[in-house]
């Protein structure tokens, strides 16, 4: 592992941190309501196009910096934990949406379809080119843990979403192409993350939904950092 792979990969986080808060803000609406075309702060309408979505910093507070330190910090443990590998271009890419749902699911409890299809797409097709041995194991381990979380889903009084599910269900496939221990991993980490959550709500009584998104994205990056 080398220094230089570290710091180059941690500077792609910053800047590719530094465009989220204003993606991440246009998204955030709700269920079956189309992007904002103005900001939700001052009602200031975005330009239309890519210049409306490519903005870098925090705009009125929106977002604050935090997505820039966040993801320099996991592309270096990225970078270090991986080292020089085809790999690891393709989690720094992959980590653009995956961030993106994390902070779409906790500022509205939503795991948009079409940017988990991003995240799958950007992650399973090189994956799948780089070990083409691997894609029905990685397909078995996403149909299972899919099955299973419609399953939990389905059942009264769960907490899991129809995004949860499919974000599951993806991660698992993503993950399958490491194996079952990264997988088993990824959830561990996710219903760890969660529990110690929603006991910390019940102390404070605060009564709210939990996203269960950002835990199961945490739980990738320490299963496709450490396993
Ligand atoms: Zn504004």
């Given at each position: 592992m080398?220094s230089?792979?570290?710091?180059?990969?941690?500077l792609?986080?910053?800047?590719a941190g530094?465009f989220?808060p204003?993606?991440?803000?246009?998204?955030?609406?709700?269920?079956?309501?189309p992007?904002r075309?103005a900001?939700?702060r001052c009602?200031?309408?975005y330009?239309?196009?890519?210049?409306?979505?490519?903005h870098t910093g925090?705009a009125c507070?929106?977002?604050?910096?935090?997505p820039?330190?966040?993801f320099?910090?996991?592309?270096?443990?990225?970078?270090a934990?991986?080292g020089?590998v085809p790999?690891?271009?393709?989690h720094?890419?992959?980590a653009?949406p995956?961030?993106?749902l994390?902070m779409?699911?906790?500022?509205?409890l939503?795991l948009p379809d079409?940017l988990?299809?991003?995240?799958?797409?950007?992650?399973?097709?090189?994956?799948?080119?780089?070990?083409?041995d691997?894609?029905?194991?990685?397909?078995?381990?996403?149909?299972?843990?899919?099955?299973?979380?419609?399953?939990?889903?389905?059942l009264?009084?769960?907490?899991l979403?129809?995004?949860?599910?499919?974000?599951g269900?993806?991660?698992a496939?993503l993950?399958?192409?490491a194996?079952?221990?990264a997988v088993?991993?990824?959830?561990?980490?996710?219903h760890?993350l969660n529990g110690?959550?929603?006991?910390?709500?019940l102390v404070t009584?605060k009564?709210?939904?939990?996203?269960?998104?950002?835990?199961?994205?945490?739980?990738?990056?320490l299963?496709?950092t450490t396993?």
């Amino acid at each position: 592992m080398s220094s230089q792979l570290v710091i180059l990969s941690m500077l792609f986080g910053a800047t590719a941190g530094a465009f989220l808060p204003r993606i991440a803000h246009r998204l955030t609406v709700p269920f079956g309501s189309p992007a904002r075309s103005a900001c939700g702060r001052c009602g200031r309408a975005y330009p239309s196009g890519a210049a409306g979505w490519l903005h870098t910093g925090p705009a009125c507070g929106v977002g604050g910096h935090w997505p820039t330190v966040t993801f320099a910090v996991i592309a270096g443990a990225l970078a270090a934990a991986l080292g020089p590998v085809p790999q690891l271009p393709v989690h720094l890419l992959a980590a653009i949406p995956g961030l993106l749902l994390a902070m779409i699911d906790l500022g509205c409890l939503r795991l948009p379809d079409r940017l988990v299809g991003v995240f799958v797409l950007v992650g399973g097709i090189p994956l799948a080119l780089l070990a083409p041995d691997r894609i029905v194991p990685a397909l078995a381990a996403g149909l299972l843990v899919g099955a299973a979380y419609l399953a939990i889903a389905l059942l009264p009084g769960h907490g899991l979403g129809l995004g949860d599910v499919k974000l599951g269900a993806a991660l698992a496939f993503l993950l399958g192409f490491a194996g079952w221990p990264a997988v088993a991993v990824c959830l561990g980490t996710a219903h760890l993350l969660n529990g110690v959550v929603a006991a910390w709500l019940l102390v404070t009584r605060k009564g709210r939904p939990i996203p269960f998104g950002p835990a199961l994205l945490a739980g990738f990056l320490l299963a496709a950092t450490t396993v």
